[in-house]
């Protein structure tokens, strides 16, 4: 694959937030909020479609609710977990059912999960 290079270079600095589409935003704000615990950015402005902003530690996740959305298959994102065993433990008693841990040697741990819209959501335990 050919790469090009450029004389000026852009500094990013991080992902700022990840956009989530939803078909349902109260039973997402119930996921996101009430079962994973992050919390929501009250100062989101009226962008002519439903939605919420949430607090996700350095970065930002940002609902949209959108009729009729159906999740790409394999496309997720992740959340880095400190214990993932005890991140599934967590969630078992919250009704939420993750896949069964998988580690990669050397890298991480990982399990799956997925919201009520059907977004894939990684756990991911960093070694």
Known sequence: MRRR????VMELRRIHHVSINVTDLDAALNFYVDTLGLSVIESRPDLGVGGAWLD????????????GFEAPPGQHFAFQVDDLASAI???????????APNTMDGI????????????LIELNQRF
């Open 108 to 119: 991480c741990s990982q399990a799956f999960i997925k919201d009520p819209t059907g977004n």
């Open 89 to 99: 433990a967590t969630l078992d008693e919250r009704g939420v059912t993750a896949t």
């Open 56 to 67: 996700a530690g350095e970065q930002e996740i940002h609902l949209l609710e959108l009729d």
């Open 5 to 8: 290079t450029y004389d000026v």
